[in-house]
């Protein structure tokens, strides 16, 4: 924890209120405020570097004059060099109260030529116990380097120098508190935690190496800013990308080289801590969908996602749904998925789970669940394309409530049929009538699909009901 001076098959819906937002760059003496350290802070340059000290008497610290909810916040850190041993230089986002919210990077001092260790946390309503530690792939003393954190309403990501190392994201459906609700101010810290900090408490300050000094600058906070309970942010997102900014497959790629290379301690790879199992959010998430062939006859192939691996989350908001699909593509088999569906009030949500070929004379096979109002049924929408044609469509309420548990929704799809299933149970029929003059899918290969999207001017009894 930083110091102060008082001593996602689930699908999870995410639910946007704010909007427009202040981009704030550094003029330290309109920025911030000291909040502690008698006299060891002090801004220089007319307002562009602030300098905190600490020696045996005490530390000291600042923290931003405006609290955000929400945002993408840098500065940048030139941290104690030599013998910084004992030392913690902090850069936090935190509320205020027990109940406290709170976003940490933490540099852990060491003896001269041996490696600062940069201290991760994420805490929720008081409780953290989330902690990730690196190595830095550079001298954090030789000169000022970029350490930003972005806080979206669907994950936590930290920075250096534009480098993810870390990502936290929100899994609330799962029961993992997410910090959504408490404004927060940026606060750093010069402190002395020698009880702990370096080597476990082993190494101790050297107070003859006094005053030890860390350095910062260019504070810059794109995010929303509160005051008296309003926000600065207006109702439209669209010129916030950070709001809704994701890991794309280039920053995916720079995370894990860091983990792979620089990661210390994982708090989801500590047994010995977690001893009755690791934390839920630990074990959700896949790099990637993984699609595992058990059986094969010929042109019949058995696909079922692998039992090795968990969960894969898709999520919607005000800008956008998302969707995944299979690597490989297949000309009949039996397909199994199981599905946690969106909970609460759904209205205006379409999950989907179908089958589907390239083209403009397209094959699909379709599972399309229909969100509804919250206590009412959601509705399973089937539906079966030849060429590009549909239009044969086939409607169900379940005997069970889809957002309480997985459950396994099949398709059984070969030259003579196409059954839907619901937990092995079968619900609709479609028989190949080639025969008779009614087209069925024989020859075009079909991809895997999974999407969440919103479709409020039609899902929900007709559109009435739009998505909340």
Known sequence: MAFYSSSYPFLILFLVATSSFIVAFCNLYKDVDFSWGDGRAKILNNGKILTLSLDKASGSGFQSKDEYLYGKFDMQLKLVPNN????????????????????????????????????????????????????????????????????????????????????????????????????????SSLWNADEWATRGGLVKTDWSQAPFTASFRNFKANACTWSNGTSSCSSSNNNKPWFSQELDSTSQKKLKWVQNNYMVYNYCSDTNRFPQGLPVECTLFLPVISIKNLTSHGEMVVVKYSTTVSFLLLSLDKFSGSGFQSKNEYLFGKIDMQLKLVPGNSAGTVTAYYLRSHGEAWDEIDFEFLGNLSGQPYTIHTNVYQQGKGDKEQQFHLWFDPTKDFHAYSVLWNPKRIIFSVDETPIREFKNLESIGVPFLKSNPLRIHSSLWNADQWATRGGLIKTD
């Open 84 to 187: 910084s041993a004992g030392t913690v230089t902090t850069y936090y986002l935190k509320s205020q109260g027990s109940s406290w919210d709170e976003i940490d990077f933490e540099f852990l001092g060491n003896l001269s030529g041996d490696p600062y260790i940069v201290h991760t946390n994420v805490y929720t309503q008081g409780k953290g116990d989330t902690e990730q530690q690196f190595y830095l792939w550079f001298d954090p003393t030789a000169d000022f380097h970029t350490y930003s954190i972005l806080w979206n309403p669907g994950h936590i990501v930290f920075y250096v120098d534009g480098r993810p190392i870390r990502e936290f994201k929100n899994v609330e459906p799962f029961g993992v508190p997410y910090p959504k609700n408490q404004t927060m101010r940026m606060y």
